[in-house]
């Protein structure tokens, strides 16, 4: 497994990611708001009780653990099963999948970009509904192929509850910024990669 092609890899769907969230800064916001501070990548400003907190990581890890057992279920099909086997070899590739291909990618585009945009237009309650059912419907896409029509709807339902409790997290927890959220959705992309790059994950 080549680190130079993953690391490429990466990046590209990374750039990729920001071609939409930069044109519509740089024609929209760039005269009065930093890019980074426009998609919330700055230091999180706590602003939910802790209990809150708590309740809705511990939904999250939740559902996250719910997703795992579904997509672990396509066997070869999921995203991960190219680390199969790999073990040390594969840990670059996996952290370089996890936190940079997929889940700051993911949450720069869903919620970074989309939410907050549609945030800022219909309020917290229809934005962030409507991003986290883009962010399952993306999901469903992605498995229709490989998947039963019943696994199908869950993968979609899980990763939609997953996408709006990430952006509650993000958006009324955390002021905005969607480092925590990033944090999470890697951590359980590191998970799946390295379980499977080990085969600790069946």
């Given at each position: 497994m080549s680190y130079l092609s993953s690391a490429i890899s990466a990046f590209v769907q990374l750039g990729l990611v920001l071609v939409l969230p930069l044109a519509w800064w740089a024609l929209a916001a760039r005269r009065t708001v930093a890019f980074l501070t426009w998609i919330g990548l700055r230091r999180p400003t706590w602003r939910a009780s802790a209990p809150q907190l708590a309740c809705a990581a511990l939904s999250w890890v939740f559902v996250g653990l719910v997703s795992i057992v579904l997509l672990q279920s396509l066997s070869r099909g999921e995203p991960a099963s190219r680390f199969a086997g790999s073990g040390l070899a594969g840990v670059v590739p996996v952290l370089l999948f996890a936190i940079i291909q997929t889940s700051l990618a993911e949450e720069i585009f869903f919620r970074g970009f989309l939410g907050k945009r549609l945030i800022a237009r219909w309020g917290?309650?229809?934005?962030?509904?409507?991003?986290?059912?883009?962010?399952?419907?993306?999901?469903?896409?992605?498995?229709?192929?490989?998947?039963?029509?019943?696994?199908?709807?869950?993968?979609?339902?899980?990763?939609?509850?997953?996408?709006?409790m990430t952006g509650w997290i993000n958006e009324k927890g955390a002021e905005g910024s969607i480092i925590p959220g990033w944090l999470l959705h890697a951590t359980a992309n590191l998970i799946v990669g390295l379980g499977t790059a080990f085969n600790l994950l069946a």
């Open positions: 917290f309650g229809v934005g962030n509904a409507v991003q986290a059912v883009v962010f399952g419907l993306l999901h469903v896409a992605l498995f229709a192929s490989i998947a039963g029509p019943i696994q199908v709807v869950l993968i979609g339902a899980a990763t939609a509850a997953s996408g709006w």
